[in-house]
């Protein structure tokens, strides 16, 4: 269940849209919201008034957007380095899910310019969902999830068939790769619906009703993850993240921390639908 979510709100992007859209989803209908937006620090007084003047009327634009009891939304207005503050708010609340907007750097771009979203996926240990800023959803009706054997993933398929099940009409998308999978000229692939990863997941979803389709594309995880994802339409890919950096990572300069890469930092920069990360 989702009970505490943090938006982090930059002024740009999706990230509204996005959780109006999962408000509207019955597991997150009781959620409460904290939107948090940061003020960098200033070089003037004047500079830092301006600055706090124009995060409050975001704020409060946010507030009016999203149309929640007054009782369900914490705004909240902050001064400092954003990305650790948003690190440091994500523990304060103890929120189980931060959404944030990206603009899909790759990844040394991303380490150059000093982005927030890179900073937090790579540091925060909650569960995760980027929006990039020029990708529009109508409405959440596919779900993917990424699975292989890991903890992580057997965590992404209890959140997806819990979201596939109360969205009407909506389709769970089961994927499973196989980089080792190779299949030679007038080989027929394996039958997805056989694949020993996602037969369990298969019959989760039998069991709740839930419309699935399975596919087991072989190849590179990240690439075939991404290129399945936009020839289904998915409207939200779920993907475990298992571990993004080791803790030895938080005492290193920034530069230092945010070199890691993974199959969840792949998915991140390329998929062309949002991408939620469950720890």
């Known amino acids: 269940m989702i009970e505490n979510i943090l938006l982090a709100l930059s002024g740009t992007g999706q990230t509204r849209d996005m959780l109006k859209m999962l408000m509207d989803i019955p597991m997150f209908q009781r959620a409460s919201v904290t939107v948090l937006h940061v003020v960098p620090p200033q070089v003037t007084a004047d ?13 409060a634009q946010a507030v009016q957007d999203l149309d929640l009891e007054p009782t369900r939304i914490n705004p909240m207005l902050q001064q400092g380095d954003p990305k650790d503050i948003v690190c440091r708010v994500a523990e304060q609340i103890d929120t189980d899910l931060i959404i944030m907007g990206s603009r899909g750097l790759k990844r040394i771009q991303s380490i150059l310019e000093n982005s927030v979203s890179q900073y937090v996926f790579q540091l925060s240990s909650r569960p995760m969902l980027l929006v990039k800023d020029d990708i529009y959803v109508k409405k959440i009706n596919r779900i993917m999830v990424a699975l292989d054997k890991s903890e992580s993933a057997q965590q992404c398929l209890k959140l997806a068939l819990a979201l596939a099940r109360d969205i009407k009409g909506g389709q769970l998308i089961l994927v499973h790769t196989n980089p080792d999978l190779k299949i030679k000229p007038g ?8 694949d020993p990863v996602l037969i369990p997941a298969i019959n989760e979803a ?16 990240g690439e075939r993850i991404c290129q399945v994802a936009e020839d289904l339409n998915v409207d939200l890919l779920i993907l475990g993240s298992p571990d993004r950096r080791p803790s030895i990572a938080k005492g290193l300069p920034d530069l230092d921390r945010l070199l890691g890469q993974s199959l969840s930092d792949y998915v991140r920069v390329y998929a062309n639908c949002p991408v939620l990360l469950v720890r």
């Open 187 to 194: 080989e027929i692939a394996a039958n997805p619906n056989e």
């Open 47 to 59: 500079g830092m008034t301006e600055k706090l003047e124009e995060g409050g009327k975001m704020l």
């Open 206 to 221: 039998k069991k709740l009703g839930i419309n699935y389709k399975c596919v087991a594309p072989e190849g590179k995880p």
